[in-house]
């Protein structure tokens, strides 16, 4: 269970820091009126490695339509056992599954607490994350955007460096865990697997 656990986790930190829409007129002033959605980019493979609580995972997370159609392979080996689960986020919605379980469940895509959109940040959850902007980095031989939260609510505090608004590298102090996740490729405006959005229809969700 502690496995399973980890892995959704780890699946949803990667789509869940650009699901929440700014009200409008509340964008902030790194928004513009351009962005047509979550990204700037209209489509992305972005591969990532990650360590939480000692524990190593690779995930992938593949979007089209600028974050409208989204999906997160993640795969972590826990005392020998692999894991792999799948986050397949559209029209609303979210599926996470186990491909080889062939189980899962279906939620809200506002489901979670990091609900952050770094394209469109409302003057709301600026004061609920304490979100502060500390200037341009570089990180993958691009140019980011480096913030900081400090979420006293859901005990998240932890920096966030965005470039055209993709997480590309995430250090997260959540409780008593800690979390690291960076980037290691990424290919922008990528085609797309075919049928990686398509929800299996041998799964069964809860």
């Avoid at 609303?92 to 469940?105: A, H, I, L, Y």
Wanted: with cysteine; hydrophobic share 40%.
């Amino acid at each position: 269970m502690r496995t399973t656990l980890m892995v959704i986790l780890l699946s949803l930190m990667v789509m869940s820091c650009n699901r929440k829409p700014a009200p409008a007129g509340q964008e902030s002033a790194g928004a513009t009126a351009e962005v047509k959605g979550k990204y700037e980019l209209k489509s992305a493979i972005v591969e990532y490695k990650s360590d939480m609580m000692g524990f190593a995972a690779s995930q992938t997370l593949y979007f089209a339509d600028h974050g409208q159609l989204e999906a997160t392979v993640t795969s972590m080996e826990i005392m020998g056992n692999q894991t792999q689960t799948v986050t397949v986020t559209k029209e609303g919605q979210t599926w996470n599954f186990d491909p080889d379980k062939k189980t899962g469940f279906k939620a809200p895509a506002m489901a979670g607490p990091n609900q952050l959109n770094f394209s469109q940040i409302s003057d709301e959850v600026t004061k609920a994350w304490n979100l502060r902007e500390h200037g341009k980095e570089s990180f993958l031989d691009r140019e980011c955007i480096r913030y900081s939260v400090d979420n006293k609510e859901y005990n998240v505090k932890g920096d966030y460096w965005i470039y055209k608004g993709i997480p590309l590298k995430m250090e997260l102090e959540m409780a008593t865990s800690r979390m690291v996740m960076e980037a290691v490729s990424l290919t922008e405006n990528a085609e797309i697997p075919v049928g990686r959005f398509e929800i299996p229809a041998d799964i069964e969700f809860n």
